[in-house]
Nanobody, 125 residues
Framework: QVQLVESGGGLVQAGGSLTLSCTVS????????MGWFRQPPGKEREFVAA?????????RYAYSVEGRFSISKDNTKNTLFLQMKNLQPEDTAVYYC?????????????????WGQGAQVTVSS
C-alpha cells in the first residue's frame, strides 16, 4: 500500500518562500511519476507541478507557478519536494502530493492514483 504524507506548510508573507515535502511509503517510488496539486479556497483542485519517474528528467509546471516553484525528488529517501519562492496571496491553498503508477509526468488529476492528506499554505499580503 502506498501512503503519502506532506509536511512543511504554514503561514508566510507575500514574497516569502516555503518548501513542501512529501514522504512516500510503499514500493516502487523511483519508477513513479509524482505531482503536486493545490485547491484554493472555494475553488477546484488544480495542477501545480509534476516530475517523471526514475531520474526525474522531465518536469512540468502550471503557467501560474513557472519560474517561482521547483519540483524535485530524492529517490534515496522516497521524498518529493516543492520549493516555492516569491509566494503571493493567490498561492494560498491546500497543497496535495500525488503519485501515479506510470513514470510519465502528468498534469491531470485523473492520471494520479495516490494522494496525500494535504498541507495548508497561507500567504498573507
Amino acid at each position: 500500500q502506498v501512503q503519502l504524507v506532506e509536511s512543511g506548510g504554514g503561514l508566510v508573507q507575500a514574497g516569502g518562500s516555503l518548501t513542501l515535502s512529501c514522504t512516500v511509503s510503499g514500493r516502487a517510488f523511483n519508477s513513479r511519476a509524482m505531482g503536486w496539486f493545490r485547491q484554493p479556497p472555494g475553488k477546484e483542485r488544480e495542477f501545480v507541478a509534476a516530475i517523471s519517474g526514475w531520474s526525474g528528467f522531465e518536469t512540468r509546471y502550471a503557467y501560474s507557478v513557472e519560474g517561482r516553484f521547483s519540483i524535485s525528488k530524492d529517490n534515496t529517501k522516497n521524498t518529493l519536494f516543492l520549493q516555492m519562492k516569491n509566494l503571493q496571496p493567490e498561492d494560498t491553498a491546500v497543497y496535495y502530493c500525488s503519485g501515479r503508477k506510470s513514470p510519465e509526468a502528468g498534469s491531470e488529476i485523473s492520471e494520479y492514483d495516490y494522494w496525500g492528506q494535504g498541507a495548508q499554505v497561507t500567504v498573507s499580503s
